[in-house]
């Protein structure tokens, strides 16, 4: 296997319940690597931005006003297969569907606060981690 890039984000719902360790050691667990982390406040212009692609959606206006509620940390992990690996370790996007031992059934309040968001492709991985961080601030 080749070890690749993925980016995460540790969501409001999560830093406000203080389990930014937590997750990130189930992250770690699941053999991936923390190689360039921070905590952020995004801006509702970041985070328009960012989910940009959901523009037209209805739940577009909720997600972003949800993003910008509180700190978040944005993460590059490394590993195996690494985009794979996080979505595996991270479960279903809806809690209730998830498998036992995911951050999401373990950690999640619900379909909408579910702690944590993951590239869902290696191109899409690419284009998350330069939205946030430089190349310099990535060192693995």
Do not use: C, W
């Not at 997750?23 to 667990?29: P, S, Y």
């Not at 053999?31 to 692609?53: P, T």
């Amino acid at each position: 296997m080749e070890v690749t890039r993925t980016f995460s984000i540790i969501k409001p719902d999560a830093t406000r319940r203080n389990l930014t360790g937590a997750v990130t050691r189930m992250l770690e667990e699941a053999g991936l690597r923390v190689v360039a982390s921070k905590r952020i406040h995004m801006s509702q212009d970041q985070a328009e931005g960012f989910y940009a692609v959901h523009r037209e959606r209805p739940f577009f206006n909720d997600l972003v006003s949800f993003m910008i509620s509180g700190p978040v940390v944005v993460q590059v992990l490394e590993g195996e297969d690494a985009v794979k690996r996080n979505r595996d370790i991270m479960g279903a996007t809806n809690p209730d569907n998830a498998e036992p031992g995911t951050i999401r059934k373990e950690l999640a309040e619900s379909i909408e606060a579910n702690s944590v968001h993951g590239s869902d492709s290696d191109e899409n991985a690419a284009t998350e981690i330069a939205y946030f961080f430089k190349e310099e601030e990535i060192v693995g």
